[in-house]
């Protein structure tokens, strides 16, 4: 059994030497991730898939059902589409390739599609679209992948207002346990809740699962809306009958926000979203008006002060998903085709940054080998979109992945549909490198 004690990922920077005593300090520069831990929130029906972008020295997947837990090795040179099924799954992988790994599928509670990264240890995650409803319930998914115990903190705002929860301090996870936390334990009653959990202890990962039974019904694993900023950009707005806006203010002081849209030949501000006013620590909700359209679209959203923004997508009475907000990327980015969903070809839909950007995308079977490649244009103010269901650009039947790769910074969200369900899911960098600390010599 490996164990990452404290951290999720290790950083070690090969080839640094320490020189003589002096007073100069070396400021923090890019290091390889050589070994990295994600915990997937495989319980409810869903299946891990794991991949490196390039092939690394080690894969294991612990996998927990009830009370026995398994480990087993997977090929660090093998995209593995059906790592791991059970009540839990963490995936060590070892060597730069930038391991990843996903939790995808049809969730039995709701029967919503899902497809979604793996989370990683981090110092605080936030979550904008949890409810504490009868028809409208979340629970936080809690994974310690050290051997030491972990544990967690938790704040929530509603409509009304900060909320003031039971019991919402020093969460304890054991030692390799995955604990479910239903939000309604903590707060009962609220909808359209903002969560933030900041880890205290340990090395413990979050998850939220979300589950409506209402009209609109369906499951989604709720994606991290990122910290609250005054400016995001939300690129998966995918097509679909029912669009609303969430935004939450955490401060202390009343914020302002403006949606800007991208749309067909430029960006423009949709009407009634030029000033959208946040109580302070409160939660608002605005349907889309019917001028912003039901096509694809993405957001830019700009506040007076640190906001959290997200869009619910209902594009049937079957399921709902979110966009949310994603930093901008020059890749790598993999975005998986065969997953535990089976082999569903996203669309992927992107958005520069500023001005424009050229966007190489490059497909992959299993074994890691290139199947087809393409490269597009994508501007600021139009949404561009890659269907990797295009027999032109992907028409081998083999793909098990796909490596984006940029000239400039870019948005970006994969777009998967299964019928009348659907899951976004925000495309992020590999992890192949991070900043490593500044060190002064002599020390």
């Known amino acids: 059994m490996l164990t990452f004690p404290l951290v999720g990922v290790l950083l070690v920077a090969l080839g640094v030497v320490v020189g003589p005593a002096g007073s100069d300090t070396t400021g923090p520069r890019e290091v390889p991730i050589v070994s990295s831990v994600a915990a997937c929130p495989v319980a409810g029906g869903l299946t891990a898939s794991a991949g490196q972008v390039e092939a690394g020295t080690s894969s294991v997947v612990t996998t927990t059902t009830g009370e026995e837990s398994t480990d087993a090795e997977l090929d660090p040179a093998v995209w593995s589409p059906s790592a791991a099924t059970g009540d839990a799954a963490v995936v060590r992988q070892d060597g730069s390739g930038g391991g990843v790994a996903y939790a995808a599928g049809r969730l039995s509670a709701g029967g919503g599609l899902v497809v979604t990264e793996c989370p990683r240890v981090s110092d605080e995650t936030w979550y904008l679209g ?27 705002w509603g409509p009304a207002g900060p909320i003031d929860a039971v019991g919402e301090t ?94 067909a030949e430029a960006d423009f501000v949709p009407e009634g979203l030029d000033a959208v006013a946040v109580p302070a620590g409160s939660v608002v909700s605005v349907p889309l008006p019917q001028a912003s359209g039901t096509d694809a679209t993405a957001f830019r959203v700009q506040s007076d002060l640190p906001v959290l923004s997200t869009v619910r997508v209902t594009p049937s009475a079957q399921d709902f998903a979110y966009a949310t907000a994603v930093p901008a990327w020059t890749g790598p980015v993999v975005v998986p085709v065969a997953t535990g969903a089976g082999a569903v070809r996203p669309v992927l839909q992107l958005l520069a940054d500023d001005e424009t950007a050229e966007v190489t995308v490059e497909a992959f079977d299993a074994a890691m080998t290139s199947v087809g490649s393409t490269t597009v244009e994508v501007g600021s103010m139009v949404l561009g979109q890659v269907d990797l269901a ?13 490596v984006l790769t940029s000239d400039a910074p870019v948005h970006g969200t994969a777009v998967y549909r299964v019928e009348n369900l659907l899951a976004l899911l925000g495309l992020v960098e590999a992890p192949v490198d991070a900043l490593g600390p500044a060190v002064r010599p002599g020390f």
């Open 130 to 156: 949890a409810g504490t409803t009868a028809r409208h319930s979340s629970a936080l998914v809690l994974t310690n992948v050290a051997d030491v115990v972990g544990s967690v903190d938790v704040q929530l």
């Open 170 to 263: 020093g969460i304890v996870v054991e030692p390799g346990e995955t604990r479910s936390v239903n939000v309604s334990d903590l707060a009962v009653g609220a909808d359209e809740v903002a969560i933030r959990v900041v880890r205290t202890r340990g090395a413990v990962t979050t998850a939220l699962m979300d589950t409506s039974s209402a009209v609109l019904a369906g499951s989604e694993i709720l994606p991290s809306s990122g910290e609250p900023t005054t400016e995001s950009v939300l690129p998966g707005i995918a097509a679909a009958g029912t669009r609303t806006l969430l935004l939450a203010n955490p401060g202390t002081t009343a914020a302002t926000a403006t949606v800007r849209q991208a749309g």
């Open 390 to 402: 295009d027999p032109e650009a992907f028409g081998s039947p083999d793909v098990a992945y796909v």
